[in-house]
């Protein structure tokens, strides 16, 4: 089942009630260091590749398919850095829809292909140095580039 039809079914169900929903995101850099960051369709910000969980799909799973769709590129190997939750992952969006994410943030430790903007969600992709970023969206994208800082290795 698609994650549009799982979420649309279980709306029809609860309304636009709080739910949560389960994610991952990607830490992508180039061999120079750069980080790969989306800008979304019709957005200001920039953050890294992100996307809702599959009913029953392994969050690396939906890593993969995520920067496969928002990118065009193909993911190898992963780690996971870390796992995003809280009051900060609170949204309302305008349909009046409420929701929590739980996020798995992974670093692509092994990734090929050349990114390319997929154009219905991702107007820009862009590697960025870490010390000259834009601005970011979330706090999924602001807790990715901190570990930029840290030098988590590959």
Do not use: C, K
């Not at 992963?78 to 995003?84: P, S, T, W, Y």
């Amino acid at each position: 089942m698609s994650t549009q039809s799982y979420i649309h079914d279980l709306r029809q169900a609860v309304g636009p009630r709080p739910i949560n929903l389960v994610g991952a995101a990607g830490l992508v850099l180039s061999e120079a260091g750069d980080v790969l960051l989306l800008r979304r369709v019709g957005g200001r910000t920039w953050g890294v590749v992100t996307g809702i969980s599959e009913l029953g799909e392994a969050l690396e799973e939906t890593l993969r398919r995520e920067l496969h769709e928002e990118t065009g590129l193909t993911l190898t190997a992963a780690i996971l850095l870390d796992v995003i939750s809280g009051p900060e992952t609170y949204r309302e969006i305008g349909n009046g829809d409420r929701f929590s994410a739980y996020t798995a943030l992974y670093r692509a430790t092994g990734w090929h292909g050349v990114p390319v903007p997929d154009g219905m969600e991702i107007e820009e992709l862009r590697f960025f140095p870490p010390d000259a970023l834009p601005e970011l969206a979330g706090p999924v994208s602001r807790r990715a580039v901190q570990f930029l800082a840290a030098q988590v290795p590959a």
